[in-house]
């Protein structure tokens, strides 16, 4: 049993069409983040959210940390291809260590 | 200008070999740490460094051994390796900032044991 539930796993989209990829816990973070991971290279950390109810915008992308924080949610508007990747989140319990969901992989075509 | 850095990155050796995978940062980062990712891409954490100093050692088998020679590298020795040890292990970084732990990722070595 994972700690932090992605969902969904696997997500093949057109350009243009928007996305919501969604990290669920039955526990409590300190802080959320997301990273992005292209083939062959390391996950590149995207943003993090630290205060319940937290909202931040990069660019197409909004992330959300729930008002509890046990949970979280990525958000992309008309996505592009170059958004193609593995996106993780991940979760601090005010601890010096991450844990890791299972990982959302999207493909988006043109 | 590279941030993290990793070598090799591709490794492909016989079971039963030792190998060791280099890690650099050049950030400044107190905490190291070493990961491994599977073939389904879950990504788990193996052990972690502070100025030196181990503060995470995962439930991870005895033939692996971290060596820290100062707080901008971290090295990982594999001894006797095994088929279930073919992966891809990435070093990251993280400068302390209470309870976030932002994590800066080599690019990693992907392992295959023959």
């Known amino acids: 049993t994972q700690l932090l539930e992605q969902s969904p796993q696997f997500l093949s989209i057109q350009e243009g069409e928007n996305l919501t990829v969604y990290c669920n816990s039955s526990?409590?973070?300190?802080?959320l983040q997301w990273y992005r991971q292209e083939p062959g290279e390391g996950p590149v950390l995207l943003v993090t959210?630290?205060?319940?109810?937290e909202v931040k915008k990069l660019k197409r992308l909004t992330f959300q940390f729930g008002d509890a924080r046990k949970d979280s949610s990525l958000h992309i508007t008309a996505a592009q291809p170059g958004d193609t990747g593995l996106y993780l989140c991940?979760?601090?319990?005010?601890?010096?260590?991450?844990?890791f969901g299972a990982g959302t992989i999207l493909r988006v075509k043109s | 200008d590279t941030a993290v850095s990793q070598t090799p990155k591709y490794l492909v050796t016989q079971m039963g070999n030792d190998k060791s995978i280099k890690c650099e940062q050049n950030?400044?980062?107190?905490?190291m740490y070493w990961y491994k990712q599977d073939s389904k891409k879950f990504l788990k954490i193996m052990f972690s460094?502070?100025?030196?100093?181990?503060?995470i050692n995962e439930t991870v088998p005895n033939r692996f051994s971290p060596k820290s020679p100062d707080k901008a590298h971290l090295n990982l020795h594999i001894n006797s390796l095994e088929l279930g040890d073919s992966a891809v292990y990435f070093c990251?970084?993280?400068?302390?900032?209470?309870?976030?732990?932002?994590?800066?990722f080599g690019p990693g070595t992907r392992l295959t044991v023959l």
């Open positions: 990251a970084s993280s400068q302390e900032r209470p309870q976030v732990y932002e994590q800066f």
């Open positions: 526990s409590v973070f300190s802080s």
């Open positions: 950030l400044g980062h107190d905490t």
């Open positions: 959210v630290v205060t319940g109810g």
């Open positions: 991940a979760g601090s319990q005010y601890g010096n260590k991450l844990v």
């Open positions: 460094y502070n100025n030196k100093e181990l503060i």
